[in-house]
């Protein structure tokens, strides 16, 4: 597998109103009718995905190995939030990105999130006992 190249300060961004289904009370993470910190961590990994998608080569993608996540502040429900990830290190086929998460002006959370560059095909078998 040849490793795609990516430079640090690749970035992306996405965008999410919070709905019910969004909430700590739905995730089964908490009794609040928030943003719940697993939907959090799942809108930032998605930041880091677009962040390389458009220079990912067929065959290739990332998995998230390691995330940290500190999560500052409550959203309610009909809010947006976005997320915005840059990547700032690349070490062989591991990728690290610090990702803001941000509710208009308020800081909502900063997440550090590790994704590793891998063979999809391998990776799907292996996962399959294959």
Known sequence: MELPE?????????????TDADTA??????DVPVLGTPRLLALAEAATVAAT?????GGV?????????EHRAPTPVGRRVTAQAT????????LYFDV?????DA?????RVERVLLDRQKFIARALGD
């Not at 803001?100 to 208009?104: M, R």
């Not at 800081?107 to 997440?111: D, G, K, N, R, W």
């Open 6 to 18: 990516f430079a640090p300060g690749l970035n992306a961004r996405v965008e999410l109103t919070v």
């Open 107 to 111: 800081l909502v959370a900063e997440v």
């Open 87 to 94: 990547l700032n290190k690349v070490e062989g086929r591991k």
């Open 61 to 69: 993608t990332t998995v998230g190995s390691r995330a940290e996540i």
């Open 25 to 30: 009370q739905s995730l089964g993470s908490g």
């Open 53 to 57: 998608a458009r220079q990912m080569p």
């Open 100 to 104: 803001t998460v941000h509710d208009g």
